[in-house]
Every structure is written in structure tokens, then in C-alpha cells.
């Protein structure tokens, strides 16, 4: 069986067109059957009852008359990283719609489009918007700072980006280390540092990821954050290491926090229909533009996952899992490997203090004892 890719642009599309066709789906089902005693198969009743448990939530959010079941009570403070295209704009609309209060950092604290016409209740025009780039390291603790003490029931760190290029971060790494990894990181710990999430609210963490980091190469963390340089055709092997350190940050992450305090959920939404390709060469872009509009899901639809995640009481008291759209399964080896994640936890620490943003230990009230 084919092994799906994510090491160039033209295996990372067509590996999304595979998602969306349903032959596709059940030949890799059949060719990655587990067998008794295998990593997932130890527990796959309980992915299985998962991504049951998705499908239930989102046949509701996708029934108007059936989705207030799942609106907020008492109108949760939500903050959405990438809130102004794509993914991110849609998760923050759809927020809003449910009455959710939204606290949005974006570059020149812009509001997404529409974000204030939406919604049936006044408080889903609480709106707050912090100008932030996750380019330089220097924006993140002024928006921590404008927060309030314990203010976040949800966060969804969604901010990334694909470049054409290599291309420099105001400290001087790669772009996508910088944004998708390194910047979100460290905004995470400035909120756990400051004491911004709710406490004993069960605070839900959902970090959108990829499959892509499953066609990561090994990670060398001696050489965390050293320059890589790549053209458009080799840039997706950065784009899934960039992936593979968020879901391998997310899984530690779910290890260290109580889960009476904070829960964690990584995702990937699948092929999404976004600007994240908008750096393609121009000879391809035509096409990749009108396979990812005929083939990949709308914004809408793939937010509807991480909405599900991060407000749906099926939900509730789980931690540490994955999602791929709608089925639950594990990540690779390398990312739920926990010897791993407190290397990778420990050396970006060490790394942010090098480059003089150092990250304040988590409030002791998130960590398990």
C-alpha cells in the first residue's frame, strides 16, 4: 500500500484528494489494519467511541434547530490564534454564532471580515482584537498582558504559514519553525506562565496540526531552530517537521497539565480550501487553485471539528487525544513518544532563553501533581 506523502506539494495535494475520496479511506483502512497487541490497537475502542462521539456532535452543528443544544452557557471567553482568513476566520465566526466571547490577536489587530455581523445575542459582539505578529517574538507578552487574570475557557492556536521560500522571522529563524512551532509555544506558556486560563473550568486547548507531520523526518534537536533553506517544491518538508513539533509539543503538553485543569486536543482539519498556498509558483497556482476549490472542504466545514473539540460536553475530561477531521487516532511514534516531548520541551525552552525571550514556568495550579 502507498504510504500517503506530504514532502512536496504535488504528494501533499494529491494525499488531501485522497482524504476526500471514500475508496481511498477504506483501502488505507484495510491496508493498516491493526493487529492484537499493536500500539493503537490496545485502545482503539476507545478512538472508535471518539469518532463516534464526533460524528454525533458535528450531525448536530450541522442542523441549525439542533445545534443550540450545543450553544454556550454562560458565554465562554474564547481566543482563536489566525483568526482572519481561512480556517481560524471561520472558527472565530462560528464561535461567535454560539455566543462565545472572542478575544482575537491578528497583525495590526484587524478584525476578520464580518465577525461583527454575526451572531444573535449581544454577547456575540463581545469582541476584542490584539495587534500581534507571530513573526517576532517581541508582540506575544503585550497581548498576555492586556489580558484578564484567569480569562480563557477555550484557545485554539491555529496561526501558521506556508512560504514559497525560506524566509526570516524577526529573530532571524525560518518562518515556519518561527510561526507554526516556536511562536505558539512560547504564547501557550506566557498564557499558562500568567495564569490567563480559567481554573477549574476544565479550560480546552485545541492545537490545529497536520497529517503532514507524519512524513516528517526525524527530529535532531541539536539543531532545533538551525536555518533550513528550501525551494517551492521542497518547502512541504519543513512545513510537516513544523507539524510533527506541534504534535509532539501537544502530546507533552497533555502529559504536564491536569486534566482537572486544562485539556489538550491536537487536529488536523484536513485539505482545507485557504490562502495557506497563496505563495505557490505562479505556473501551478492555477490548478492547485482549482483542485483545492473543487476538492478540498470550505473553511466552514472544516472548522467544524475544532468548534466540536473546543465547546461540545462529548468532550469533556478527555485529554492528550488527535482527531484527523473526524475519526480519532493516534499521532506518529515520534510525536507521542514522551521521552521525546520533555527533550523537545526542555530545548525550546533553552532556545527561547537564547534568543532572549525566555518563558516563565506554568502557573503550578494547571500541572498534575
Not at 512536496?8 to 488505507?28: C, E, F, H, K
Not at 498582558?145 to 475557557?153: I, K, T, V
Not at 506566557?190 to 523526518?217: D, K, M, Q, Y
Request: aromatic fraction near 6%.
Amino acid at each position: 500500500m502507498l504510504k500517503p506523502s506530504h514532502t512536496n506539494p504535488i504528494s501533499a495535494t494529491l494525499a488531501g484528494l485522497a482524504q476526500r475520496i471514500p475508496g481511498a479511506r477504506v483501502l488505507g483502512r484495510f491496508g493498516g489494519q491493526l493487529q492484537p497487541g499493536s500500539r493503537a490497537g490496545m485502545d482503539a475502542p476507545e478512538l472508535a467511541e471518539l469518532t463516534q462521539r464526533m460524528r454525533r456532535v458535528l450531525d448536530a452543528l450541522r442542523c441549525p434547530e439542533r445545534r443550540e443544544a450545543q450553544d454556550f452557557q454562560g458565554f465562554p471567553r474564547c481566543l482563536v490564534t489566525g483568526a482572519t482568513s481561512g480556517l481560524g476566520q471561520a472558527v472565530a465566526h462560528q464561535l461567535a454564532d454560539m455566543g462565545g466571547a472572542l478575544h482575537l490577536p491578528t497583525r495590526g489587530a484587524r478584525k476578520p471580515d464580518g465577525i461583527e455581523a454575526r451572531g444573535s445575542t449581544a454577547a456575540a459582539h463581545r469582541l476584542e482584537v490584539f495587534p500581534v505578529d507571530f513573526g517576532d517574538l517581541t508582540t506575544l507578552t503585550p497581548v498576555v498582558e492586556q489580558l484578564e487574570s484567569e480569562a480563557l475557557d477555550l484557545v485554539v492556536l491555529n496561526a501558521g504559514v506556508m512560504t514559497r521560500v525560506a524566509r526570516p522571522t524577526t529573530q532571524g529563524l525560518e518562518s515556519m519553525f518561527g510561526v507554526n512551532y516556536l511562536a505558539t509555544f512560547a504564547f501557550l506558556r506566557h498564557l499558562l506562565g500568567a495564569r490567563r486560563l480559567s481554573v477549574g473550568g476544565r479550560t480546552r486547548i485545541v492545537i490545529v496540526s497536520s497529517e503532514a507531520h507524519r512524513s516528517a523526518a526525524p527530529l535532531q534537536l541539536e539543531h532545533l531552530g538551525g536555518w533550513v533553506d528550501f525551494s517551492a517544491f521542497t518547502g512541504m518538508r519543513q512545513y510537516a517537521h513544523s507539524k510533527l513539533l506541534l504534535c509532539t509539543f501537544a502530546a507533552e503538553l497533555a502529559r504536564r497539565l491536569s486534566p482537572e485543569a486544562a485539556t489538550v486536543w491536537a487536529l488536523c482539519p484536513g485539505p482545507v480550501n485557504s490562502r495557506i498556498a497563496r505563495e505557490a509558483p505562479a505556473f501551478v497556482r492555477p490548478a492547485l487553485d482549482l483542485v483545492m476549490r473543487l476538492g478540498f472542504r470550505s473553511p466552514a466545514d472544516a472548522a467544524r471539528p475544532v468548534v466540536a473539540l473546543g465547546t461540545s460536553p462529548e468532550f469533556g475530561g478527555e485529554t492528550g487525544r488527535y482527531f484527523h477531521v473526524e475519526e480519532c487516532k493516534h499521532m506518529s511514534e515520534q510525536a507521542e513518544d514522551p521521552v521525546l516531548g520533555r527533550e523537545l520541551w526542555e530545548a525550546t525552552e533553552r532556545l527561547l532563553t537564547k534568543l532572549g525571550h525566555p518563558v516563565p514556568p506554568p502557573d503550578p495550579i494547571y500541572l498534575r501533581n
